[in-house]
């Protein structure tokens, strides 16, 4: 089994993302996260900081395409990947440079709330035609299901939601409302 060292890390976005890589190719950005790991000092009572571990982060594909679209300079972030590194030669110099490829990113919530804006919409289970919209903050629609009640259909429209079925043990089938679904948060502790 070939080895590969994925970690985690978190801290800081240093600068916006930026593209990179040829013209009709799959989208890659990058970006650098500073770290900085803080520690109590017993002998002066106080905080102190190491100094910043700065990581170049690297995203392809769509996950490049989200990453450009939600980071911004400052956002605290976490970031797991392959950890690797780059060599080259500069002035006649070799240099080289840590790098993350990475698997996933996300805001680090320990810090503030984020929304999260789906690209791709999961079709239902429950029949033909019928999809799940996306959680938008603010919007009419909320998991599939507008305030008043009605399922959204393919074309954006509301419209009545389509028949529960029974299954063989008499449990309905995943078109549950959305109280229903809060109901079962509520019981779980949620």
């Given at each position: 089994?070939?080895?590969?060292?994925?970690?985690?890390?978190?801290?800081?976005?240093?600068?916006?993302?930026?593209?990179?890589?040829?013209?009709?190719?799959?989208?890659?950005?990058?970006?650098?996260?500073?770290?900085?790991?803080?520690?109590?000092?017993?002998?002066?009572?106080?905080?102190?900081?190491?100094?910043?571990?700065?990581?170049?982060?690297?995203?392809?594909?769509?996950?490049?395409?989200?990453?450009?679209?939600?980071?911004?300079?400052?956002?605290?972030?976490?970031?797991?990947?392959?950890?690797?590194?780059?060599?080259?030669?500069?002035?006649?110099?070799p240099r080289s440079r840590m790098v993350l490829e990475a698997g996933?990113?996300?805001?680090?919530?320990?810090?503030?709330?984020s929304v999260l804006n789906r690209s791709r919409v999961p079709a239902?289970?429950?029949?033909?035609?019928?999809?799940?919209?996306?959680?938008?903050?603010?919007?009419?629609?909320?998991?599939?299901?507008?305030?008043?009640?009605?399922v959204q259909n393919d074309t954006g429209q509301p419209s009545a939601?389509?028949?529960?079925?029974?299954?063989?043990?008499?449990?309905?089938?995943?078109?549950?409302?959305?109280?229903?679904?809060?109901?079962?948060?509520?019981?779980?502790?949620?």
């Open positions: 089994m070939p080895q590969q060292t994925t970690v985690t890390i978190t801290g800081f976005v240093g600068a916006d993302p930026v593209r990179f890589g040829r013209e009709g190719a799959p989208p890659a950005c990058s970006f650098r996260v500073g770290s900085t790991r803080s520690y109590f000092h017993a002998a002066s009572n106080e905080w102190k900081e190491h100094p910043t571990t700065w990581v170049t982060i690297k995203a392809f594909r769509s996950l490049a395409e989200h990453v450009l679209g939600s980071l911004h300079k400052g956002d605290p972030v976490i970031v797991t990947g392959r950890l690797g590194t780059e060599s080259w030669q500069q002035d006649g110099n996933a990113v996300g805001h680090d919530m320990s810090f503030g709330t239902e289970a429950s029949g033909a035609g019928w999809r799940r919209a996306d959680a938008h903050h603010g919007g009419m629609v909320q998991d599939g299901i507008t305030r008043d009640g009605a939601p389509p028949p529960t079925a029974a299954t063989a043990d008499g449990a309905r089938d995943s078109a549950s409302s959305l109280e229903d679904k809060e109901e079962g948060f509520a019981d779980a502790g949620f």
